[in-house]
T-cell receptor
Framework: EPEVTQTPSHQVTQMGQEVILRCVPI?????FYWYRQILGQKVEFLVS????????KSEIFDDQFSVERPDGSNFTLKIRSTKLEDSAMYFC????????????FGPGTRLTVL | GDSVTQMEGPVTLSEEAFLTINCTYT??????LFWYVQYPGEGLQLLLK?????DKGSNKGFEATYRKETTSFHLEKGSVQVSDSAVYFC?????????????FGTGTLLAVQP
Protein backbone atom coordinates (compact mmCIF):
# COMPACT_ATOMS: atom_id res chain seq x y z
CA GLU A 1 0.00 0.00 0.00
CA PRO A 2 1.40 3.43 -0.89
CA GLU A 3 2.51 5.53 2.04
CA VAL A 4 3.94 8.91 2.87
CA THR A 5 7.55 8.76 4.07
CA GLN A 6 9.55 11.32 6.02
CA THR A 7 13.24 11.75 6.74
CA PRO A 8 14.95 12.02 9.10
CA SER A 9 12.91 10.46 11.87
CA HIS A 10 14.76 12.61 14.41
CA GLN A 11 16.77 15.79 13.85
CA VAL A 12 18.78 17.55 16.52
CA THR A 13 20.07 21.03 15.75
CA GLN A 14 21.51 24.09 17.45
CA MET A 15 19.45 27.25 17.79
CA GLY A 16 19.95 29.51 14.78
CA GLN A 17 20.80 26.70 12.39
CA GLU A 18 18.84 25.87 9.26
CA VAL A 19 17.07 22.53 8.94
CA ILE A 20 15.34 20.84 6.04
CA LEU A 21 12.70 18.24 6.72
CA ARG A 22 11.93 15.94 3.83
CA CYS A 23 8.78 14.16 2.78
CA VAL A 24 7.90 11.88 -0.12
CA PRO A 25 4.14 12.06 -0.64
CA ILE A 26 2.08 9.34 -2.31
CA UNK A 27 2.97 9.49 -5.98
CA UNK A 28 -0.37 10.43 -7.59
CA UNK A 29 -1.36 12.93 -4.90
CA UNK A 30 -1.73 16.60 -5.73
CA UNK A 31 -2.19 18.37 -2.39
CA PHE A 32 0.52 18.50 0.25
CA TYR A 33 0.55 19.66 3.85
CA TRP A 34 2.80 20.22 6.82
CA TYR A 35 1.51 20.04 10.38
CA ARG A 36 3.36 20.19 13.66
CA GLN A 37 2.74 18.95 17.17
CA ILE A 38 4.57 20.49 20.09
CA LEU A 39 4.95 17.92 22.87
CA GLY A 40 1.71 17.59 24.80
CA GLN A 41 -0.20 19.96 22.54
CA LYS A 42 -2.55 19.57 19.61
CA VAL A 43 -1.58 18.94 16.00
CA GLU A 44 -1.49 22.31 14.21
CA PHE A 45 -1.75 23.13 10.52
CA LEU A 46 1.26 24.95 9.08
CA VAL A 47 0.88 25.12 5.31
CA SER A 48 -0.77 23.59 2.29
CA UNK A 49 0.74 23.35 -1.20
CA UNK A 50 -0.90 22.74 -4.56
CA UNK A 51 0.18 23.24 -8.14
CA UNK A 52 3.66 24.31 -7.04
CA UNK A 53 2.54 27.10 -4.78
CA UNK A 54 1.35 27.70 -1.26
CA UNK A 55 -2.46 27.62 -1.15
CA UNK A 56 -2.84 28.45 2.53
CA LYS A 57 -0.60 29.07 5.51
CA SER A 58 -1.21 29.57 9.20
CA GLU A 59 0.01 32.34 11.47
CA ILE A 60 2.75 29.99 12.64
CA PHE A 61 4.20 29.81 9.12
CA ASP A 62 6.20 33.04 9.21
CA ASP A 63 9.18 34.15 7.14
CA GLN A 64 11.54 31.63 8.73
CA PHE A 65 9.58 28.80 7.10
CA SER A 66 9.49 27.82 3.44
CA VAL A 67 8.29 24.84 1.44
CA GLU A 68 9.39 23.44 -1.86
CA ARG A 69 8.70 20.58 -4.21
CA PRO A 70 12.07 20.56 -5.94
CA ASP A 71 11.87 17.48 -8.13
CA GLY A 72 8.29 16.28 -8.44
CA SER A 73 8.62 13.66 -5.72
CA ASN A 74 10.06 15.31 -2.60
CA PHE A 75 8.23 17.92 -0.56
CA THR A 76 10.45 19.83 1.86
CA LEU A 77 9.97 22.14 4.82
CA LYS A 78 12.87 24.48 5.53
CA ILE A 79 13.27 26.35 8.79
CA ARG A 80 15.88 29.05 8.21
CA SER A 81 16.97 29.98 11.71
CA THR A 82 15.64 27.56 14.27
CA LYS A 83 14.39 28.66 17.66
CA LEU A 84 13.92 26.63 20.80
CA GLU A 85 10.16 26.82 20.35
CA ASP A 86 10.42 25.11 16.96
CA SER A 87 11.06 21.83 18.78
CA ALA A 88 8.14 19.63 17.80
CA MET A 89 7.03 16.66 15.76
CA TYR A 90 6.49 17.68 12.14
CA PHE A 91 4.03 15.70 10.03
CA CYS A 92 3.75 15.72 6.29
CA UNK A 93 0.46 14.74 4.63
CA UNK A 94 -0.86 14.38 1.10
CA UNK A 95 -4.15 13.77 -0.63
CA UNK A 96 -5.27 13.07 -4.13
CA UNK A 97 -7.52 15.30 -6.17
CA UNK A 98 -10.30 12.74 -6.18
CA UNK A 99 -10.17 11.81 -2.50
CA UNK A 100 -11.93 14.94 -1.41
CA UNK A 101 -11.06 14.98 2.21
CA UNK A 102 -8.81 12.13 3.25
CA UNK A 103 -5.26 13.11 4.02
CA UNK A 104 -2.56 10.47 4.40
CA PHE A 105 0.11 11.22 6.99
CA GLY A 106 3.75 10.32 7.28
CA PRO A 107 5.32 9.02 10.52
CA GLY A 108 6.71 12.44 11.41
CA THR A 109 10.12 14.00 12.06
CA ARG A 110 10.94 14.88 15.63
CA LEU A 111 12.90 18.15 15.64
CA THR A 112 14.87 19.04 18.75
CA VAL A 113 16.42 22.51 18.91
CA LEU A 114 19.10 22.95 21.59
CA GLY B 1 -12.41 30.30 14.25
CA ASP B 2 -13.16 26.63 13.91
CA SER B 3 -12.09 24.37 16.77
CA VAL B 4 -12.33 20.85 18.15
CA THR B 5 -12.55 19.89 21.80
CA GLN B 6 -12.05 16.34 22.98
CA MET B 7 -11.95 14.73 26.36
CA GLU B 8 -8.75 14.73 28.33
CA GLY B 9 -6.86 11.53 28.74
CA PRO B 10 -5.45 9.18 29.52
CA VAL B 11 -8.35 6.77 29.37
CA THR B 12 -7.50 3.43 30.94
CA LEU B 13 -9.77 0.47 30.30
CA SER B 14 -9.72 -3.27 30.73
CA GLU B 15 -9.93 -5.48 27.67
CA GLU B 16 -13.51 -5.93 26.39
CA ALA B 17 -14.72 -2.75 28.10
CA PHE B 18 -16.90 -0.20 26.31
CA LEU B 19 -15.13 2.89 25.01
CA THR B 20 -16.42 6.42 24.54
CA ILE B 21 -14.19 9.37 23.69
CA ASN B 22 -16.11 12.61 23.51
CA CYS B 23 -15.55 15.17 20.78
CA THR B 24 -17.37 18.43 20.11
CA TYR B 25 -16.67 21.02 17.48
CA THR B 26 -17.24 24.65 16.60
CA UNK B 27 -17.48 25.55 12.93
CA UNK B 28 -19.04 28.29 10.85
CA UNK B 29 -19.96 26.07 7.92
CA UNK B 30 -20.67 22.38 7.38
CA UNK B 31 -17.46 20.56 8.14
CA UNK B 32 -16.44 17.00 7.55
CA LEU B 33 -15.46 15.18 10.74
CA PHE B 34 -12.72 12.64 11.31
CA TRP B 35 -11.12 10.40 13.86
CA TYR B 36 -7.43 9.74 13.39
CA VAL B 37 -5.40 7.23 15.40
CA GLN B 38 -1.71 7.30 16.18
CA TYR B 39 -0.10 4.06 17.30
CA PRO B 40 3.22 4.30 19.16
CA GLY B 41 6.03 5.36 16.84
CA GLU B 42 3.77 5.75 13.82
CA GLY B 43 2.05 8.55 11.93
CA LEU B 44 -1.60 9.54 12.00
CA GLN B 45 -3.97 7.09 10.34
CA LEU B 46 -7.53 7.85 9.36
CA LEU B 47 -9.82 5.68 11.46
CA LEU B 48 -13.21 6.87 10.24
CA LYS B 49 -14.99 9.90 8.84
CA UNK B 50 -18.41 11.45 8.28
CA UNK B 51 -19.10 14.18 5.78
CA UNK B 52 -22.63 15.31 6.65
CA UNK B 53 -25.10 15.43 9.51
CA UNK B 54 -26.43 12.06 10.75
CA ASP B 55 -23.73 10.15 8.85
CA LYS B 56 -22.17 7.32 10.83
CA GLY B 57 -18.53 6.52 10.21
CA SER B 58 -17.31 3.06 11.17
CA ASN B 59 -14.13 1.01 10.93
CA LYS B 60 -12.51 -1.82 12.90
CA GLY B 61 -15.42 -1.90 15.35
CA PHE B 62 -15.22 1.84 16.05
CA GLU B 63 -18.18 4.11 15.29
CA ALA B 64 -18.97 7.80 15.43
CA THR B 65 -22.12 9.65 14.40
CA TYR B 66 -22.13 13.24 13.10
CA ARG B 67 -24.60 15.07 15.35
CA LYS B 68 -25.23 18.58 14.08
CA GLU B 69 -27.73 19.45 16.81
CA THR B 70 -25.15 18.80 19.55
CA THR B 71 -22.08 19.58 17.38
CA SER B 72 -20.58 16.28 18.45
CA PHE B 73 -18.76 13.31 16.96
CA HIS B 74 -18.14 10.93 19.84
CA LEU B 75 -16.03 7.83 19.21
CA GLU B 76 -17.35 4.50 20.53
CA LYS B 77 -16.32 0.87 20.52
CA GLY B 78 -18.24 -1.91 22.17
CA SER B 79 -15.29 -4.06 23.22
CA VAL B 80 -11.75 -2.72 23.22
CA GLN B 81 -8.61 -4.81 22.77
CA VAL B 82 -5.06 -4.27 23.97
CA SER B 83 -4.13 -3.55 20.36
CA ASP B 84 -6.43 -0.49 20.41
CA SER B 85 -4.02 1.28 22.76
CA ALA B 86 -3.08 4.48 20.94
CA VAL B 87 -3.72 8.22 20.81
CA TYR B 88 -7.03 9.19 19.17
CA PHE B 89 -7.50 12.57 17.50
CA CYS B 90 -10.79 14.14 16.53
CA UNK B 91 -10.54 16.58 13.61
CA UNK B 92 -12.62 18.65 11.25
CA UNK B 93 -12.18 19.99 7.76
CA UNK B 94 -14.23 22.77 6.25
CA UNK B 95 -15.59 21.27 3.05
CA UNK B 96 -15.97 24.68 1.46
CA UNK B 97 -12.36 25.59 2.12
CA UNK B 98 -9.89 25.63 -0.72
CA UNK B 99 -7.31 23.56 1.06
CA UNK B 100 -9.33 21.21 3.29
CA UNK B 101 -6.83 21.72 6.09
CA UNK B 102 -7.49 19.66 9.19
CA UNK B 103 -8.15 21.20 12.59
CA PHE B 104 -7.36 18.77 15.37
CA GLY B 105 -8.32 18.28 18.96
CA THR B 106 -5.66 17.70 21.59
CA GLY B 107 -5.74 13.91 21.32
CA THR B 108 -6.81 11.31 23.88
CA LEU B 109 -4.46 8.56 24.98
CA LEU B 110 -6.22 5.20 25.35
CA ALA B 111 -4.49 2.47 27.34
CA VAL B 112 -6.16 -0.95 27.34
CA GLN B 113 -4.98 -3.42 29.94
CA PRO B 114 -5.27 -7.20 29.56
Amino acid sequence: EPEVTQTPSHQVTQMGQEVILRCVPISNHLYFYWYRQILGQKVEFLVSFYNNEISEKSEIFDDQFSVERPDGSNFTLKIRSTKLEDSAMYFCASRSGSSYNEQFFGPGTRLTVL
Amino acid sequence: GDSVTQMEGPVTLSEEAFLTINCTYTATGYPSLFWYVQYPGEGLQLLLKATKADDKGSNKGFEATYRKETTSFHLEKGSVQVSDSAVYFCALSESSGATNKLIFGTGTLLAVQP
